[in-house]
């Protein structure tokens, strides 16, 4: 009787043992999948997990003095990229990479996305070289024919072109009309009176767009308003001219894009505080020089310097740092801008 007591307590010992480890081996961390070791860490209790982080920080401690440069594959690094969106504090967490690395990574993956969004379908010519040379051979030997009319008599022979291909073609046979006012004599004659809006684009993490409404005069390249949204509209374009023109202190011209969001609404609030809307004309981003230089000076510092996302509220306008020179706001206040040339 008593061997067979001393057989079952043995049985019963080797069973608890192979329970013991085969739970020891179903809930260790794996780490060969990211997805399993974190429905593993679901079963753990929260002084175990602070204990085992604490033991992997020390770990990457002693491993940063002697690997200098580990290799991180592509998936590593989209990985590493939004695991940071979650956690606030993501620069103090990082050891084996500095921070200024990871905004990196997530520059190149937004030039990843916009690169493959604006690929062209095809790399074959839109147009046939022949097509190119009858374009140009009617633009010569007919000056009085417009864009127009040489894209109805292509129709005619069974060629589809469009309007803006013919005027880029004719450009190289027409000569420039002689005489007249410039573009460039009327901003210089009237300067002083003149102002020009224009949105500036930044990207998020999850490549959501945040859009900067900002209105410039050209005298002085004092940033005049400044306002920031998610999801710009006709009418809150208009509340932003609004604001900046209060008490009549109205621009005679106003330089703006065709984009739709300077629509009727935009038009009216012009129109009511006496301001002339100068429309640019389509592909003339030279007509717009100085926002456009704004907006590629910008979009410069902010891949130089590192990203703050921080925001600075004045009153009830929200200004975004740009440089560390200030700027008079038109409600008395300052804020951060940056120096542009005359």
């Excluded at 023109?245 to 300077?262: E, V």
């Amino acid at each position: 009787m008593s061997r067979v007591l001393t057989h079952i307590l043995r049985l019963k010992g080797f069973s608890l043992d192979v329970l013991h480890h085969r739970f020891v081996r179903w809930t260790k961390p794996l780490t060969s999948s990211l997805l399993l070791g974190s429905l593993a860490d679901l079963s753990r209790s929260k002084s175990q997990l602070i204990a085992e982080n604490a033991l992997l920080r020390q770990q990457l401690i002693i491993l940063s003095r002697q690997v200098k440069r580990p290799v991180y594959r592509k998936a590593d690094r989209v990985l590493l990229v939004l695991l940071a969106r979650v956690i606030h504090t993501w620069k103090h967490t990082l050891f084996i990479i500095q921070p200024d690395t990871l905004m990196r990574w997530h520059r190149e993956l937004v030039l990843l996305v916009w690169k493959r969004r604006s690929k062209a379908a095809s790399h074959t010519p839109k147009i046939a070289a022949e097509t190119v040379a009858l374009i140009k051979q009617m633009a010569g030997n007919n000056r009085l024919w417009g864009a127009e009319r040489i894209r109805g008599e292509l129709l005619k022979l069974g060629i589809h072109v469009g309007k803006r291909t013919i005027q880029k073609y004719m450009r190289s046979v027409r000569r420039r009309r002689p005489g007249g006012q410039k573009w460039a004599t009327f901003l210089h004659n009237h300067a002083a009176d003149i102002w020009a809006c224009d949105f500036l684009q930044v990207t998020g993490l999850f490549f959501r767009p945040l859009f900067a409404f900002f209105l410039i005069e050209l005298k002085t390249r004092r940033v005049i308003h400044v306002g920031v949204t998610r999801s710009p509209t006709d009418p809150w374009v208009a509340q932003q001219l609004r604001e900046a023109t209060p008490y009549g202190q109205a621009p005679k011209y106003l330089i703006c894009d065709n984009d739709r969001k300077f629509g009727p609404c935009f038009a009216r609030v012009a129109a009511t505080s006496a301001i002339e809307m100068l429309r640019t004309p389509y592909h003339a981003p030279r007509a717009n020089a100085i926002c456009e230089r704004f907006l590629r000076r910008s979009h410069r510092i902010c891949q130089v310097l590192r990203p703050s996302y921080s925001e600075h509220t004045y009153g009830e306008k929200t200004v975004m740092p740009l440089t560390r020179k200030t700027f008079p706001l038109a409600s008395g206040h300052c804020a951060e801008a940056l120096p542009l040339k005359h």
